[in-house]
């Protein structure tokens, strides 16, 4: 598995967007991912750098947002099957918040392990689209 990318949580999308380019990262992809209730952008040329930014107060993103603030969010890694990856997790004994993969940004398959069992970070396991 390989680092894809990290994901930051921002109040304000398009702020950051045009924070990161100043900083010298292209926005690569952009999309409104309706099913999370999030707008996401994804900076740079891989490893990404994945800002997401709640569409909706009941969003999972929004809440992380009122508790934590604008910040990381979860490490997402690029696995070559992503249900050979969560059965090999679930035998490692990684708590899965998905059991299957669902459909995530750019049109990549994507699951997500519970922080619990990952010393406190968020773990997106991620099926590149082709
Ligand atoms: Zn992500």
Excluded: C, N
Excluded at 59 to 68: M, N
Excluded at 74 to 83: D, G, Q, T, W
Aim: a neutral charge.
């Amino acid at each position: 598995m390989k680092l894809h990318h990290v994901g930051v949580v921002v109040k304000s999308l398009d702020e950051a967007v045009a924070r990161h380019e100043k900083m010298g990262l292209r926005l690569a992809h952009r999309e409104v991912v309706a099913s999370q209730k999030v707008e996401v952008a994804f900076m740079g040329d891989g490893p990404y750098i994945e800002l997401l930014e709640p569409t909706s107060p009941d969003s999972p993103v929004a809440k992380f947002l009122d508790k934590r603030g604008p910040g990381q969010h979860h490490l997402a890694f690029a696995v070559p099957s992503i249900e050979a990856e969560l059965r090999r997790q679930a035998a490692a004994g990684a708590k899965l918040i998905d059991k299957t993969a669902r459909p995530g940004a750019w049109g990549h398959k994507v699951a997500f392990l519970h922080p619990e069992s990952q010393g406190g970070v968020l773990i997106e396991l991620l099926q590149e689209s082709q």
